[in-house]
T-cell receptor, first 113, second 117 residues
């Protein structure tokens, strides 16, 4: 049912590298979100967007940044990856008329070595 | 302060038995929504069921039902006739505020459910 895609699914990268996690949805949803989840733990909201050119920080402070230039695309960037950034990152989207649930992507498991 | 509390880190249930996963929440909003998501080992979050704070009847979706007790601020998930494929992490989540706003969800710590054959 969900048409929201994240790439890559898994990423192992060295400290200091710049990375971009991709998230795209084909449902035309106006609202998009990034959640961070450490293994076996709850999800925490780190970024969200109401629409094009709108980005807000979430409840959990993050060194990552996001952009929303197109409705369907909401990439997350880490300028200089560190081992503390190792986590799973989940992208989600929702729209006003069907705001009863958010659709999640499959997640990106990031490991910084 | 913790807004969503799931007190069962892990549960083990025999196949075909019913199982109840506990969730309590805390909010001062009159309008809010409660969700349950399933997360298999592959990592994606699968929506199971939703209950709005103004919904008078308990939500049901197939084998899933939500036991909503507003005065006690609890929203327990009931899975009837459990199956081996139900083994996963289960998260309770809450959306505060108006539906027109962002779907910002606060999640509980999760319960790992294992179904034994």
């Amino acid at each position: 049912e969900a048409d929201i895609y994240q790439t890559p699914r898994y990423l192992v990268i060295g400290t200091g590298k710049k990375i971009t996690l991709e998230c795209s949805q084909t449902m035309g949803h106006d609202k998009m979100y990034w959640y961070q989840q450490d293994p076996g733990m709850e999800l925490h909201l780190i970024h969200y967007s109401y629409g094009v050119n709108s980005t807000e920080k979430g409840d959990l402070s993050s060194e990552s940044t996001v952009s929303r230039i197109r409705t369907e695309h909401f990439p997350l960037t880490l300028e200089s990856a560190r081992p503390s950034h190792t986590s799973q990152y989940l992208c989600a989207s929702s729209e006003f008329r069907r705001a009863r649930k958010a659709f999640f992507g499959q997640g990106t498991r990031l490991t910084v070595v | 302060a913790q807004k969503i509390t799931q007190t069962q880190p892990g549960m083990f249930v025999q196949e075909k038995e019913a199982v109840t996963l506990d969730c309590t929440y805390d909010t001062s909003d009159q309008s809010y929504g409660l969700f349950w998501y399933k997360q298999p080992s592959s990592g994606e979050m699968i929506f199971l069921i939703y209950q709005g704070s103004y919904d008078e009847q308990n939500a049901t979706e197939g084998r899933y039902s939500l036991n909503f007790q507003k005065a006690r601020k609890s929203a327990n998930l009931v899975i009837s006739a459990s199956q081996l494929g139900d083994s996963a992490m289960y998260f309770c989540a809450m959306r505060e505020g108006r539906i027109q706003g962002a779907q910002k969800l606060v999640f509980g710590q999760g319960t790992r459910l294992t179904i034994n054959p």
